[in-house]
């Protein structure tokens, strides 16, 4: 049960099911029926007899979206960007603000996060989604449902499961080996429902190993409820519940409620009745759907008079906004120091290109996840206020100190948009000349990229001088690009996912068959997704897995274990010296790795299995510690069906990215 719902509820386990099983009984069957599947676009059944509100959903995960509250919010970065933040006390505070939101404009329910792997890069929704690693992915997971629910409103995970990309995916069918979705698809989906007890989870639109989503019994029954306890409710994509061979299927393959209702399906009052008259299904299957429903009906107040519907205010999350967005943009270049700019010896700059000037946000924009805030201060208009009395802004940049070229993607089809996946990894042609030109004009050119997916960049990463990754930064976009390119903050997002060199370096593109596939696509390439497969096959990428520069220096030094050996049930301690060398505070990610060095299977080089957000002043040293037990070297044993950790040595790494590895050593897990 939910305990960040329980508590914001404020009442017991006991109490819950008390009321909950009260209710039950006074429901009819008919009543019980007609719960199953939603009402409208947005909200569930309710039951006015009884006092039930419906259940009122709005789309997520970094906002309220305007299409189902149609009320404007505040829009953070996209989840992509928060993963580059790897700061799981701030997710944690976006996740407080969305759920405070949702309360605002009446929802009970926000649908998300989306914790879907990046397998691709070219998958339409990466900006939708955390990370390619399913450590970082769980943490951040956890740490936004904890907040989302501390206020009182359900988070809803998705898309259960092996979701990874957009094309056919309605009908394509997953193939994709146990231990693939143990160790890196399933992950953050465990960890919400055992760690954040997340309360609701919404079942994929594609077949995994010859199942659709919702009607998906190894996935719904077996793992979701049998193995990982969860007793909250299962809700379909929308329109996903169509897809099922029937609505015998979608009850017993562990669907509870069918969304939306408009053009429901499967789990309509008249589809239930025929097959409980045909005994294809039973009342206590029914039971147990209205039960996850009337526990999230009551955790989430729907057993309480209705407060007054608001608008966000647009004030109140605005410098969590700004704070978010400056944290998660990376720097990817800054050679000879180009970076910060210096206001008081700039006289003009030149600022290049229409992401400029563009609004990403509004309703719709990238689709399910289109929140329309208030005010949205693009990079332009951050550079035009600080500019005054300071420095000019011309268009041409050969006659500028300092050119600015904005460049990236948007949320249009083939670009960053759900139903769509991308082409290609380049920029559109005209924009990557438009680098070149700029280059040519002014030697002094910085690359601001604003997308949400890893980008190619041969072809014009030399002419730059400086690159920062913005992300799609939400409402307060403009001033964090401001505040990192003038040295009012330093930065220290690092990337989420690798930015591979060319697209035939990622795992998933080794053949029509493995990307996009057509009625099936396959998951060859098993365990090795992102970082783990340019560690394995010893790919250089552009660049690395949870690399992102700063203004200060950091080293490594003095790495110390509490043992070299360490047995099951102990932990071991190791620590470390991080020093900023330079002149100037700033913030590390510091990272932790490990690799088993003879795996008996076959196992990635390193894996993440720890990092901390360690922040110093200038010249501070401080020392890190991490301690690690057995739970870290475990790998899913297919054969035995179960984790297992062998006997044998495993080698640590640490530093400041997959590829930059401070501190490595070596230690012996004796059983
Ligand atoms: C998307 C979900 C979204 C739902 C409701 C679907 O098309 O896949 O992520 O929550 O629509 O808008």
Known sequence: MSSALLQSAGISEDELERRRE????????????????????????????????????????????????????????????????????????????????????????????????????????????????????????????????????????????????????????????????????????????????????????????????????????????????????????????????????????????????????????KDLQKALAQDEINEQQIDNKVRALLDTMLLTGCDQPPVKKQSPDPEKYKSLARQIATESMVLLKNVNQQLPLNVDAIKSIAIVGKHAKHRFTGPLKGGSSGVWPRYEVTPFEALTTLSKGQFEIINDAAKADVAIVFVGLGHKAGQDCEHYDRKTLSLPPEQEQLIIDTAAANANTVVVLINGSPLAMENWIDSASAILEAWYGGQEAGNAVVDLLFGLANPCGKL????????????????????????????????????????????????????????????????????????????????????????????????????????????????????????????????????????????????AKQWCCDVGKYHLYIGGSCRDIGLNAAVHFAG
């Open 22 to 269: 009260k209710l039950l009984a006074d429901l009819t069957l008919d009543e019980k029926l007609g719960l199953c599947a939603g009402k409208g676009l947005w909200q569930s059944a309710g039951i006015k007899r009884l006092g039930l509100r419906p259940l009122g959903m709005t789309d997520g995960p970094h906002g309220i979206a305007y299409h189902s509250s149609f009320k404007r919010a505040t829009r953070f970065p996209a989840e992509i960007a928060l993963a580059a933040t790897w700061n799981t006390e701030l997710v944690h505070e976006l996740g407080k603000a969305v759920g405070d939101e949702a309360r605002c404009v009446g929802k009970q329910v926000v649908l998300g996060p989306g914790v879907n792997i990046c397998r691709t890069p070219l998958n339409g929704r990466t900006f939708e989604y955390f990370t390619e690693d399913p450590y970082l992915n769980s943490r951040l997971a956890v740490a936004v449902i904890n907040g989302i629910q501390s206020q009182g409103v359900a988070a809803c995970i998705k898309h259960f499961a092996a979701n990874n990309q957009e094309t056919r995916r309605m009908s394509v069918d997953v193939q994709v080996s146990e231990r693939a979705l143990r160790e890196i698809y399933l992950p953050a989906f465990e960890a919400a429902v055992k760690e954040a007890k997340v309360q609701t989870i919404m079942a994929c639109y594609n077949k995994v190993n010859g199942d659709q989503g919702c009607e998906n019994d190894y996935l719904l029954n077996q793992v979701l409820r049998g193995e990982w306890g969860f007793s909250g409710l299962v809700l379909s994509d929308w329109f996903a519940a169509r897809n099922t061979r029937n609505t015998a299927s979608a009850v017993s393959g562990g669907l509870d409620l069918e969304m939306p209702g408009l053009a429901a399906k499967r789990l309509r009052r």
């Open 496 to 639: 989420p996912v690798t930015f591979p060199k060319k697209i035939e370096d990622c795992s998933a593109h080794k053949s029509e068959k493995t990307f996009p596939g057509d009625d099936q696509v396959f998951y060859e390439e098993e365990l090795m997704v992102g970082y783990r497969h340019f560690d394995n096959e010893n790919i250089e990428p552009l660049f690395p897995f949870g690399f992102g520069l700063s203004y200060s220096e950091f080293n490594y030094s003095e790495l110390q274990l509490s043992a070299t050996e360490f047995v099951e049930g102990e932990e071991l301690e190791i620590s470390f010296t991080l020093t900023n060398s330079s002149e100037r505070a700033g913030v590390e990610i510091v990272q932790l790795y490990i690799g088993e060095q003879q795996p008996r299977l076959v196992r990635p080089v390193k894996e993440l299995k720890g990092f901390q957000r360690v922040e110093l002043a200038a010249k501070e040293s401080r020392q890190v510690r991490f301690s690690i037990d057995a739970g870290k070297l475990a790998f899913y044993d297919d054969g």
